[in-house]
């Protein structure tokens, strides 16, 4: 089983800058995908960026230039930068481990989630 723990939100004013860090405990494989995704009120929830094991990264184009996703791996941890920020960067933001074996076995693992608001 694989637990995983977020931390770093909170409320930050327009143009604030925020990290969030996403702890993953458990039995983590090596091949694996860490991401963030966010859900807004009455919105789906959204992929925001990704880092795989081999340190390929993906971002949403909303947020290029602004976040930065990194991690690491000797801590099973990911974390994001979040600049500039925005009134519709408000969300719930969640991690998610993804990981696989060279057998085609997979497992998906969601975090908690932690309150990002960005008000003046």
């Known amino acids: 089983q694989v637990q995983l723990v977020e931390s770093g939100g909170g409320s930050v004013q327009p143009g604030g800058s925020l990290r969030l860090s996403c702890a993953a405990s458990?039995?983590?494989?090596?091949?694996?995908?860490m991401a963030w995704y966010r859900q807004a009120p009455g919105k789906e929830r959204e992929s925001v960026a990704s880092i795989t094991s081999g340190g390929n990264i993906f971002y949403t184009n909303s947020v290029k230039g602004r976040f930065t996703i990194s991690r690491d791996s000797a801590k099973n941890t990911v974390y994001m930068r979040m600049n500039s920020l925005k009134a519709e960067d408000t969300a719930v933001y969640y991690c998610k481990l993804r990981q696989w074996t060279t057998s085609g076995s997979t497992s998906e693992y969601w975090g908690q989630g932690t309150q990002v608001t960005v008000s003046s």
């Open positions: 458990g039995s983590i494989f090596s091949s694996n995908l």
